[in-house]
């Protein structure tokens, strides 16, 4: 695959309580069941009792089941996931954040190993580099969503997020101030052969880069965007950065079919698609990088 680079005996006599003899507990020459606690365990013993005159009026006993117990017993305490409450989106968001780090987001952890924002120097270039490389991957999700190896797929196209068209616009509005537009690089080129091959193999990893790239756009990438555009372009605000519609309802309504899809996942899938955010987060990073190229 490419990559950017104690069981309970029948024989058992009946239990008896403080060494004395238990009491017959029905009357002579007729059969009765007993249910005892056993301790804090939560279950109980039944036993069958009997009590004839050929035992000397003695109750003679014998287990017959040992299966009962508590709803204690039988849901025990369940590990919760941070964010697992409000929905399998606010998991996957949790895990991203933390990959952030704490100056870009509160909740950051990751130490920085680059510059601040505000402090890039950026290049219509590598800028060029950064929209042609991020337009292959957005045709790219696209294309998937049309495919729709999986059914699931399809739940995820014309959400209104998708930016192909909007990077489209913006490529030709350069090509039409007299820049040449480049070819698609290395980053670009890996990352969508990347997401096919995992959108054949692997939708529970696929699901977690699709997340990450438009949420990640809606929120930093815009601000990037804003940065980028003071420094070189001279404030314009390009179509990649816009949306029709209440970009706010345009996710809500995403994270609801996420959350939708990911009720039919296992707990053991669930965890796979949030171990594939860091590997998202560096491939998106190497194309974010261009900018500076």
Known sequence: ????????????????????????LQPPGRLGFVSLPLGKTGFHLEAMVSS????????????????????AAETPNKKRYPGEAKGFVEEMRFVAMRLHTRDQAKEGEKESDAQPIGKWQPSIDGYLR??????LVYDTLDSILEKAVYPSYAEFRNTGLERSESLAKDLEWFKSQ???IPEPSSPGTSYAKYLEELSDTDPQAFICHFYNIYFAHSAGGRMIGKKVA??????????????????SQLLQNVREKLNAVATGWSREEKDHCLDETEKSFKCSGEILRLILS
């Open 178 to 180: 007299g820049h040449v």
């Open 1 to 24: 695959m490419a990559s950017c680079t104690a069981p309970i005996s029948p024989a058992q006599p009946a239990l008896r309580q403080g060494g004395k003899k238990s009491r017959s």
């Open 230 to 247: 003071e420094k070189i372009l001279d404030g314009r605000e390009l179509e990649f950065y816009k949306w029709d519609g209440d970009l």
């Open 130 to 135: 950064f929209l042609v490389d991020s337009k």
């Open 52 to 71: 004839s005159s050929s035992s000397g009026g003695r109750a003679s006993a014998m287990v017959v089941a040992s299966a009962a117990s508590t709803p």
